[in-house]
């Protein structure tokens, strides 16, 4: 399809627990992008994918995040041990090239 | 550290009017720059982008100014509209498809009818 699906649309996860994203990327896109955003602005890079290999991770606060993007599944983004401050909407990305990057509708998480 | 420094934070124009969002960056290297516009509740849509080669670039009612020795670049929106209502994001990166999007902060525009 022409649309970058992520699920859940909606997420809330008591403090500590785990939560798990997923992202379908446009069929023929080979790059995938993760960003969150706060209060509505400042979206920060977290995770960049080439097909199923680690591009960019340079955003990833590795002790808690982790990301993958598997051959024939939806890539995924998982928090370990959720914090407040975690509460933010997760985009997802796609590309096959800078003028075809797609974002997806973006997982709210709320953390309580 | 923010690299790209967006203003203003909220606008408010007439209909008609030309609303003018500005952005500033700091790493010279950078060589694209989008500006996406966001509707509530959707992920962030591109709109038009600018390479640093030209100091110009119109498509429809939006026009980007590019002014690489100030390392400043705004967006005009022409006739606005109603349903331009929305917020917009500046945003940098290198050239490459895989290169991650630095963005601004954001300026929510309105349009009054």
């Known amino acids: 399809g022409e649309e970058v699906a992520q699920t859940p649309k909606h997420l809330v996860r008591g403090e500590g627990q785990k939560a798990k994203l997923y992202c379908a990327p446009i069929k023929g896109h080979s790059y995938v992008f993760w960003y969150q955003q706060v209060l509505k602005n400042e979206f920060k890079f977290l995770i960049s994918f080439q097909n199923e290999n680690v591009f960019d991770e340079t955003g990833m606060p590795k002790e808690r995040f982790s990301a993958k993007c598997l051959p024939n599944s939806p890539c995924s983004l998982e928090i370990q041990a959720t914090k407040l401050e975690d509460s933010a909407v997760y985009f997802c990305a796609s590309s096959q090239s800078e003028k075809g990057r797609r974002f997806g509708p973006g997982t709210r998480l709320t953390v309580t | 550290q923010q690299q790209v420094k967006q203003s203003p934070q909220s606008l408010i124009v007439q209909k008609g009017g030309i609303p003018i969002i500005n952005c500033a960056y700091e790493?010279?290297?950078?060589?694209?720059f989008p500006w996406y516009q966001q509707f509530p509740g959707k992920g962030p849509a591109l709109l038009i982008a600018?390479?640093?080669?030209?100091s110009e670039k119109k498509e429809g009612r939006f026009t980007i100014s590019f002014n690489k020795s100030a390392k400043q670049f705004s967006l005009h929106i022409m006739d606005s509209q109603p349903g331009d209502s929305a917020t917009y994001f500046c945003a940098a990166s290198f050239t490459g498809s895989a290169r991650q999007l630095t963005f601004g902060s954001g300026t929510q525009l309105t349009v009054l009818p």
């Open positions: 600018i390479r640093p080669d030209v």
């Open positions: 790493n010279t290297a950078f060589d694209y």
